[in-house]
């Protein structure tokens, strides 16, 4: 009963984890920001606007970041205006 017991309490945890619960999200975003991600507020710089998502993608690849937590771990760098200012949403 215990073993049976153990075993489904270790399944949950890892489907959890699968399932991309926020714990995970929160583990994965601060490993991003040690890589030097940061957040993005909207600015007007061009060099800024393009420089943040060359680099998302870059440490998002080398950290292994799975592909299902992706959109989730980078809009949590995005701040105020960032979020709805894209400069891909803007045509640019």
């Known amino acids: 009963m215990r073993a049976v017991a153990a075993g489904m309490a270790a399944g949950a945890s890892s489907t959890a984890l ?3 619960g926020v714990v995970t999200i929160v ?12 957040t993005y507020r909207g600015e007007e710089d061009a060099e800024v606007a393009g420089h943040w998502p060359r680099k998302m993608e870059r440490v998002i690849n080398q950290m292994r970041v799975p592909e299902e937590l992706r959109v989730d771990c980078m809009t949590q760098l995005l701040i105020e205006n960032g979020l709805y200012d894209l400069p891909w949403r803007r045509g640019c």
């Open 27 to 38: 583990h994965w975003v601060k490993g991003m920001k040690e890589m030097g991600c940061m």
């Open 18 to 20: 699968r399932s991309g």
